[in-house]
């Protein structure tokens, strides 16, 4: 993980709350998400919108409809947030950037700008309002994504926006500060079945989750297979299916499972998605049933 200079403490409070637009940019959901497309197959759209309504909802429990500006090019997600209050642009078609500049150009020149990642389906409004309130005294600022290379939340005044690949570091060039918040509900953006995997364990929004209950049977595969790796410092390992192909797992997927440890050579059964092992436990022993 890059390390970004953070901002002390004492300027984390700001002497009265800034009234923040939150432009959330959010692609076509019938085009989004392809990195979930091997998982999730013909789902994928409705998985996309799904994780777009949770992160809006939580935006709209947060700042309230009057300032919260979506940019999309998603005709029925347009409407539905159109008719929820929120102010509705359309995606001017010349990228993520150039979806949130449309946005921060709304909002007016010299307002407070708040640029939210449109795919965090485990955020709630309460991690939303910690940040924001964090970013009200921080001036140009940013919050990085889990893996601490991406940014899920960029504040301030006039801005260029530089999201995409790497865009911590871009960011930080820029002087904005890293604000380096333990908010796992606001930092968990969602791309593919590992990441998705996460924001499953730490609780997702109402409509991703119901797709997940309705859907994800057709994209979690359960299969026994054997421990190959285990490292039980981090938690993490691979198992080796019957066939030889080794998958792996990380600490979540074992913390999850109610093992205490592995041993080489043990007999388990995996749920698998895209090639990773999201859940394991022994063999003849159901999910959620004591283990002993």
Do not use: Y
Request: glycine share 12%; net charge negative.
């Amino acid at each position: 993980m890059t390390t970004f200079p953070t901002a002390p403490s004492e300027t984390l409070v700001p002497e009265r709350p800034v009234d923040w637009h939150v432009v959330v940019p959010v692609k076509d959901t019938g085009h989004g998400k392809s990195r979930l497309a091997r998982a999730v197959g013909s789902d994928r759209a409705e998985l996309s919108a799904a994780i777009a309504n949770d992160t809006l909802a939580a935006v709209l429990d947060a700042v309230g409809p009057d300032r919260l500006v979506l940019v999309t090019g998603d005709v029925p997600l347009a409407a539905a947030w159109r008719a929820r209050g929120a102010h509705v642009l359309t995606d001017p078609g010349t990228g993520l950037n150039g979806a949130v500049t449309e946005g921060m150009r709304h909002a007016g020149p010299g307002a407070p700008v708040a640029v939210l990642l449109g795919d965090l389906p485990a955020l709630d409004a309460a991690s939303l309002e910690t940040a924001l309130a964090a970013a009200g005294g921080a001036g140009e600022s940013f919050v990085p994504d889990a893996d601490g290379t991406g940014t899920v939340l960029r504040c301030g005044t006039g801005f260029t926006p530089r999201f995409g690949a790497d865009s911590a570091s871009r960011h930080a060039a820029d002087g904005a500060v890293l604000l380096d918040l333990p908010l796992p509900r606001l930092r968990t953006d969602v791309d593919d079945a590992r990441s998705l995997s996460r924001a499953r364990r730490l609780g997702l929004g109402p409509a991703t989750l119901a797709v997940l209950e309705h859907r994800a049977s057709g994209w979690i595969r359960s299969m026994q297979a054997t421990v190959h790796r285990f490292d039980p410092e981090t938690h993490t390992g691979s198992v080796l299916r019957d066939d030889g192909v080794e998958l792996r797992f990380e600490a979540p997927a074992f913390d999850a499972s109610g093992l205490r440890l592995l041993r080489l050579g043990q007999r388990l059964t995996v749920d698998v998605v895209d090639d990773l092992v999201v859940g394991l436990r022994i063999v003849g022993i159901g999910a959620g049933q004591a283990i002993h």
